[in-house]
């Protein structure tokens, strides 16, 4: 379920009449669809009259009711108990969590903030949206100079984006096409390939997490988020990859934030095709602007890209490995779509996107570990399934043989593999096999994180890298 949250006042209407082209926006975007087929759900959350007593909720209610009804946008909002939220029976103001929590409650058990664009023309409440989880945007209000969004008829395109690629939130229990990988360990391992993977090492894995940790919030809308993407170059740069060259910025916009950047990282300069391993270095909590350690989600998935990069420096392979390092993955996949758009636009030769998401959290102990392994079963392109589901059944092999992980496959759902997925490139994942208690909280922590667990998977991607590149 996706969600279009919109304030009433000055929003959609000012001095008790719609605002130009309101009913036209909302119809519009009542008739969208979001990735599973299902229509956008139009809710309203509005600060109205605090009750003297809670004799006095029904009355003004119904009073705001009329309203919709004499706007004549009441049917867009249906039914109402559900999709109309009034502080007068929550007892806060916007832009207090617990009236937007309670928008939640009313739609539904496994509705999240991440479901959610707030549209309003109060800047404050875009803001504290954004650091709840929600998508919003600032709609230029009366009087006001200038928004994100100049008038209502602009907001289907922006919420067309939302659908395409909606904030991250992902689920174990929401993956499809779940069945057990038939891979068995092979009679002959690659000898070379063996030994390399031996030299994974936990301690460099410790310290990337320990050096992500330190900025306490990789949130996007973070005044210092600047500094996680210097960060991790400065890591390329010290594995031994030249700056400027072999490691670069690319650039790309979140709305409210303006220029941000992605880490690019390039390993060999063969003409045969690419390799691209990607994780995200943003994070996100129920308190962003001030803990988001993100120690999983997805500092894990950068201390994999990191390891990896310094033991491959050396070797020698037939096709290029292009590490990846996104911003703004939390808020909508930005830096993963920005970076797509650009590999389609150029033709860059990828013949696999390996994305790397939360692959430290380990609930099954050393005997059950469990990784994982998505391959793109269908989504907007299925052209490109039967080349995705290969490149997956080399991953479950590779774990079969040169680690003790069990495999599970699923469908790529829910993270940067998805605008490449979307532009026709294969797509395959890592997985952590149980869902994480500590997720998107400001307890995803380090110690939450099992090393030998993270340094297995770890040594499953490089044998995969190996296997396909030499």
Known sequence: MRIVLFDLGDTLEHNDRLQPGATATLRALR?????????????????????ASENQIAGLRREYLGLLKRLGIRRFFEPVAKRVTLSTEVGVFKPDR??????LDKLGDHVHFHDVV???ENRGHVDAARSLGMSAIHLRGPAQPAGEVDQLSDLPQLVRRFLQFAP???????????????ANKSKRANPTIAALTKKVNQDRLRATLTGMAEFRSRWSYSPNISRVPKWVRDQFVAAGYAAGTAVRYQPFSIPGHGAQKNVLCTHGNSSAGIILVCSHYDSISETPSSSAPGADDDATGVA????LARLLRPVQLRRRVLFAAFGGEEQGLHGSAACAEIAAQQRWPIDVVINLDMIGYNPNGTQGAKIVVEYDQG???PGNDAAAKSFGL????????????????????????????????????????????????STDTAEHVDLKYLSNVVRMVLATILTLAQ
């Open 98 to 103: 617990k009236i937007f929590q309670a928008v």
């Open 304 to 307: 994999a890209c990191l390891e």
């Open 168 to 182: 991250c939130c992902k689920k174990s229990s929401a993956a499809k096409g779940k069945f057990a990988s038939q």
């Open 379 to 381: 989504n907007r392109n």
């Open 31 to 51: 008739d969208l669809r979001d990735s599973d087929g299902s229509p956008v759900v139009l809710a309203l959350v509005s600060d109205f009259t605090m009750p």
């Open 394 to 441: 080399v991953m479950a092999q590779m774990a079969a043989d040169y680690t003790s992980l069990r495999v599970e496959h699923t469908d790529i759902w829910n993270s940067d593999y998805m605008p490449f997925e979307a532009k026709g490139y294969a797509c395959i994942g890592a997985y952590e096999g149980g869902d994480n208690p500590y997720y998107h909280k």
């Open 118 to 120: 707030f549209v309003t």
